[in-house]
């Protein structure tokens, strides 16, 4: 310990101060080399007390070789050659044995090098075409006692539908004795609307129940397909870097309407691929709009420009913040001013809806309502419009149960290249 005791602090503790560091990390870096770098501290630390205090207790019992040559035993046993010493000696003999076969091939390597290249060569070629046959993902999974179910109910729904379909599938969740709790959000994180919504599962710990996380989602899945009114996006867990689903691709190209076509195709394509779970698609139903074209000389003429019917259009249907209000219990409240539902429901209730243009030649204000300077007209529209790169784009979803994503991700590929894409159109994976 005196001779070699500074060095062995040294070196430790070298160790310490890089790995300690890289341990703590932020970001998905330090999720990655968190427990590698606690590990590392961990360990030489460990090793360097059994170096200070074990090893030299030990040193003053261990048997000396050579004391003992050649595995002959002493002229008197101790108690430690009756008892340790018997299973010491055969792991001896053994590592002798084994040091001496590794010295004959490696004897023998050396004599016949071009047999030992070729033979490495032979092995390593081999083993790429094995690769094919291994599964690959980014981040395995792992339990950590939760879950997540995300769905949405049909476009045009209303908040009160959407929260009696979470109540619904909560109720459904719970009855699992595996869940502790259950909590249910709507219109939060990526998916924006009151059609949407996610209800977060706490399981009980794993030791308390005997499937695991994936096995009680697979069979939450099909519990699930009872609910009528509802499109399960999600079960599982989320995707430890970024949150999203194991696969993802979107369709590209100019044509709204075309990349629509060729993702319900695709979709067709795909949804019988073993292992694909959650498909989900960017394109929704269209939602329905109402149209108000504005008639700008007769607007004009009125007193009216098109901002100003836009402004008031905004204000009375969609609401405007006017100020706040300050409850008994400390509470803040925005207070927003807005029609009342009776009043801005159906295109005609949008026709009467008067505005101010001036004052007429008796003083009193000159009231003109909306069908008078615009058209109203019903429709519909779509659910939302994604662009990359300045380009359309449909995205496609999915997770995957009982394979890895590489090997979804592969028949997923082969299917879309079975996709006679039209000039201009591409699909991307990522």
Known sequence: TQEIGLAVLATTFSIVAVFLPIGFMGGIIGKFFHEFGVTIVAAVMISMFVSFTLDPMLSSVWHDPEIEAHGKPKDKLTTYDRTIGRVTGWFDRSTESLAEGYQKILRWSLGHTLATVLGAIAIFVTSLFMVP????????????????????????????????????????????????YTLATINTGTAQGKIYASVFVRLVDRKQRSRSVD????????RLKQVPGITVTHAGLSDPVGGAKQIEFSLQGPDLRELERLSRLAVERIRSVPGLVDLDSSVKQDKPTIAIDVKRDAAS???????????????????QTVGNWRAPDDQTYDVNVRLSPDARTAPQDLERLPFATGTNADGSTRIVRLNQVAGISEGTGPNQINRRDLTREVSINANTFGRSAGEVSADIRTALDAIQLPPGYRYQFG
Request: glycine share 6%.
């Open 133 to 180: 046959l291994l599964g690959t993902e980014f981040v395995p999974r792992s339990d950590y006692s939760e879950t997540t179910v995300s769905f949405h109910t049909p476009v045009g729904s209303s908040l009160e539908l959407t929260e009696a379909k979470s109540r619904q599938v909560e109720a459904i969740i719970r009855e699992f004795p595996e869940v502790r």
């Open 215 to 222: 096995e009680l989602t697979a069979v939450l899945r099909d």
């Open 301 to 319: 003429d009125l007193g009216l420009s098109v901002a100003q019917i836009a402004g008031a259009l905004r204000t009375l249907v969609a609401g």
